[in-house]
């Protein structure tokens, strides 16, 4: 069986960096010590509003990264042009909102669609291409129609009820349904959004998820452990 890869977020050292408007914390520190630490990707969302991470991070981290690089990227004319600048490893296209705390669900593939499918077109040129999408079998078969390589479902939903100790099986059975198409149709399938130690443990038993991406909590739990054994205790976890 295949290793699962780890892509660490980083978005929010650059949080409490940008708190006091200062030049630290560094997200270029962080993301060369989550490598140190075994993590397989770094990821990171350059936001319309830059509220975390900034231009000047994604180019000093790109030129010092030797693991992947991973962009969360609205589907914007503004943002194709920075990945055909750019051009990381790997783009995640994720919904955005100015006024929301955090990415709240998957895309709305019918949305503007044409114009999805140009972007994703353009830039699968430079990097490999992911959609993030609900748990949703329609939105799984329209990933591939639209031409990606991989998709990442938003476990949010299911995170939240692993949380509050709450009934999780039937969220839990959507997510190993969109696993199994999402395979079956040749998709990539990754995982991300709420996920800590409990929900990923959970996840991982389920066969057929490649890569988790975790940012929130991750960053959160190192104030108390350290990036480094969170990392690798987030490693032991999904291997």
């Known amino acids: 069986m295949s290793k699962i890869r780890l892509g660490v977020n980083i978005d929010h050292v650059a949080t409490v960096r940008n708190a006091r408007g200062d030049i630290y914390p560094s997200p270029l520190r962080a993301a060369l010590l989550a490598q140190k630490s ?3 990707s770094i990821t990171i969302h350059l936001r319309e509003d830059r509220r975390h991470i900034k231009e000047k991070d994604l180019k000093d981290i790109k030129s010092k990264l030797k693991i992947p690089l991973n962009l969360e990227i609205a589907a914007t ?3 194709m042009e920075i990945v055909l600048k750019r051009k990381p490893s790997f783009v995640c296209i994720v919904p955005e909102k100015r006024e929301e705390l955090t990415t709240e669900g998957g895309l709305n593939l019918s949305f503007k669609r044409s114009f999805l499918k140009k972007i994703i077109n353009k830039l699968k040129k430079v990097s490999r291409i992911s959609l993030f999408i609900e748990p949703n079998l329609k939105d799984i078969q329209d990933s591939k129609n639209l ?3 991989c998709i990442e479902i938003h476990t949010g939903k299911f995170c939240n009820l692993v949380n509050k100790n709450k009934d ?6 959507k997510i190993k349904k969109a696993i199994n198409l999402g395979n079956k149709l040749g998709l990539e399938v990754h995982a991300g959004h709420g996920l800590t130690f409990k929900s990923a443990k959970i996840l991982s038993k389920l066969s057929g998820i490649k890569e988790f991406n975790i940012g929130h909590f991750l960053i959160g ?4 452990m350290g990036l480094e054994k969170t990392i690798k205790k987030f490693r032991k976890i999904i291997k």
């Not at 999780?168 to 059975?173: R, S, T, V």
Request: proline share 0%.
């Open 221 to 224: 739990e190192s104030i108390f």
């Open 147 to 149: 031409n990606v390589d």
């Open 77 to 79: 004319k503004e943002m």
């Open 168 to 173: 999780y099986k039937n969220e839990l059975n």
């Open 38 to 40: 075994g993590a397989d």
